[in-house]
């Protein structure tokens, strides 16, 4: 199973700079996490793009759904990225991955990994989609989605 989980609610550079999750995103990813386990998400690994948002989102993913996973900040997740870079390290990967990160590359690597192309796939805000291939990565499709 692949996890793209977008970061949680984040306070504005204005407030502080690294942009950590405001109180509302630190409760909306509490439950976003302990939805995804209970749908059955258990990553073996956890990677996030390093930014602190990501960080603090995909820490409460690993609480939540497999705290004996790895969890790693990983390049390829930055929110300007082309999603190739990611879709290609996930070509023959056997261990469930759990991606936390921005706005605009995980719409664009959803549709990627769905369509082929980069658009007409919708993400939700904050929220997350499981996905599954039966190819060692060349084509996946969606199995669910949380909103926040």
Known sequence: M???VHHGDAVGPEVDSQRPLSDAGRAGVERLASQAAARGAKPDVVW???????RQTADAIWRACNALAELSATRDLQPDDPPQWIRDRLRGETRSVALVGHFPHLPRLLALLVTGGEAGVDFPIHGCVALVTEDEGDAWREIWRIDR
């Open 48 to 54: 996030h793009s390093g930014k602190l948002r990501a």
């Open 2 to 4: 692949l996890l793209l």
